[in-house]
């Protein structure tokens, strides 16, 4: 369970610091969770102030819900299959830019946007920064394949977990309606490899092991640093 009321403040810097990012005329993916949801505020507010006119796609009902409170036109990957820019938190980035997310259950959908933009950029307070992944993969599982895909990961090595519902009882279903598993791999030495072997598990539908991001917002004690992608 995410304790949404830590690390607050550089939630809020980072996720508003992305914002400036984006321009009247551009179409752009909208990330689910705490700290891209400062974002998306931050983008209603030049709405109102500046007149930034654009088109957002949301990654989950959470991120169109809060789109729409704030104002943001919304529109579709079948409209606009090519974004120019994807925003999007995540629940751990090591050095080389790999990424884990899906903490939302939303990974899919944040996969399916993210590598459909030019550049995809995550936000982040300094505690997700690691030198390696060691946080569980989310995996979202179609619910018929539930128990070969419990078998092929851990024959992978991992621990699966059915993620469970907070007040509701049985296992969370996601906005595709599919089961998510928490894995844990323990220290992940080599996300794209481990990537590379969960992805033909029959009944996976997605992990949450992302390779795409471009740049990362990190709010650190002086301020949002800005890392650009080496590899
Ligand atoms: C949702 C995600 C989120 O972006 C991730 O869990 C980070 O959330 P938060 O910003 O609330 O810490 O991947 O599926």
């Excluded at 919304?74 to 409209?79: K, R």
């Excluded at 950029?121 to 599982?141: C, I, Q």
């Excluded at 621990?159 to 844990?184: E, H, Q, Y």
């Amino acid at each position: 369970m995410k304790d949404v009321s830590a690390n607050t403040d550089s939630k809020k810097l980072a996720g508003e610091a992305a914002a400036s990012l984006v321009k009247s005329g551009m179409v752009v993916g909208l990330g689910t969770g705490s700290t891209v949801a400062w974002t998306i505020k931050k983008l209603g507010l030049r709405i109102e102030e500046e007149g930034l006119d654009f088109c957002g796609i949301p990654t989950s009902f959470q991120a169109q819900n809060l789109a729409i409170q704030c104002k943001i036109r919304l529109t579709t990957l079948d409209q606009h299959p090519d974004l120019d820019l994807a925003i999007d938190g995540a629940d751990q980035v090591d050095s080389d830019l790999f990424v884990v997310k899906g903490g939302g259950a939303a990974h899919t959908r944040e996969k399916v946007v993210s590598c459909s933009a030019k550049k995809f950029v995550v936000v982040a307070d300094e505690s997700k920064f690691v030198e390696k992944l060691d946080h569980d993969v989310p995996v979202e599982v179609l619910p018929f394949a539930v128990k070969l895909v419990e078998k092929r990961l851990k024959d992978l090595g991992g621990v699966p977990a059915l993620r469970l519902g907070k007040m509701k009882d049985g296992p969370v279903i996601t906005d595709n309606g599919n089961f998510v598993m928490d894995v844990d791999f323990g220290v992940i030495d080599n996300p794209k490899e481990l990537a590379r072997r969960i992805c033909p598990i029959p009944g996976v539908v997605e992990h949450g092991i992302f390779d795409n991001l471009d740049e990362l917002y990190l709010a650190r004690s002086k301020g949002v640093d800005i890392i650009k992608r080496k590899r």
